[in-house]
């Protein structure tokens, strides 16, 4: 059984229910150190003072914020005392909104909410309660010093409490640029879009693996027996330039076998925002 990273209870209203936080994610990608090329003994790290250019012990590091170049501002750990909010054990829902209003770009990373003691039925209630109203929690958390905004979800029989990023932290889309629908015709929607069509399937998570990363377990595995290893084939990246590109749409569909029928006009219904409900799959 894996182990809780953080043990508090969720609140709505004047209810108060007992949960464990787990890890809903692995990370399974190879971890990797640096080593001595002449002896292969690891490289260890040192603070060093870019002006005395000697190394700095722990004891006498302070924390410093770069208002200019060159310029900072020391924080203290009074200073950070001050600037704190309470720490408090508590999943705080403080609204719950319809998951189709939420931009995907503010879900991070999702955790699993088990019940702690005593607490299966309470669970159970807000769990199918948010499930029947097809509602999502907003909540704020405070995880490691800080505070963070969350979603309350249900997936399966699991509360899903997924991290969140604030307003203020995605890139405002009109800091960059993004090419106008004018000047695509109509037969290159079309071929698009049956394109699509032949593309389309189910959505199976187990189906899409990470390759690089087998390739590196298949290659080390194979230098630790003293092997060649048998690696993934190696597919040849398309040309980025775009010279013709109803060419590029027709061979792309005769590549993929006969074509669905040609559509009569391009106008097309657009399909219903998904709930957001598959993250932590």
Not at 27 to 42: G, I, K, Q, T, V
Not at 111 to 120: R, S, V
Not at 181 to 204: F, K, Y
């Amino acid at each position: 059984m894996p182990r809780s990273m953080w043990k508090g209870s969720i609140a709505f209203g004047l209810v108060n229910i007992p949960v464990e936080l787990y890890s809903a994610v692995r990370d399974h990608r190879p971890r990797f150190r640096l080593l001595h090329a002449a002896d292969e003994s690891p490289v260890s790290y040192e603070r060093v003072c870019q002006r005395e250019g000697k190394p700095v012990g722990w004891d006498d590091l302070v924390k410093g914020y770069e208002y200019e170049k060159g310029q900072f501002v020391v924080l203290t750990k009074d200073d950070f005392k001050t600037a704190a909010l309470e720490k408090t054990r508590t999943i705080d829902i403080l609204d719950f909104v319809d998951p189709q209003e939420i931009d995907e770009r503010y879900f991070e990373t999702p955790y699993y909410l088990q019940p702690g003691k005593g607490a299966d039925r309470a669970y159970a209630l807000l769990r199918d309660a948010i499930r029947e109203s097809g509602k999502v929690g907003i909540a704020k958390i405070i995880l490691r010093e800080a505070q963070h905004l969350a979603a309350v979800e249900t997936i399966g029989d699991a509360l899903v409490l997924t991290m969140m990023r604030f307003a203020d932290e995605l890139a405002d889309l009109g800091e960059f640029r993004f090419p106008a629908s004018e000047g695509i015709r109509p037969g290159e929607m079309n071929m698009a879009l049956q394109l699509i069509d032949s593309l389309s399937a189910r959505w199976e998570p187990a189906k899409y693996t990470d390759e690089y990363r087998e390739n590196l377990m298949r290659l080390i595995q194979a230098k630790l027996k003293g092997r060649t290893p048998k690696l993934q084939d190696r597919e040849v990246p398309q040309q980025a330039d775009v010279v013709d590109l109803m060419a590029r749409l027709r061979a792309s569909l005769e590549a993929k076998g006969d074509a669905a029928p040609a559509r009569k006009g391009t106008a097309r219904k657009k399909p219903a925002a998904r709930k957001k409900t598959g993250r932590a799959a």
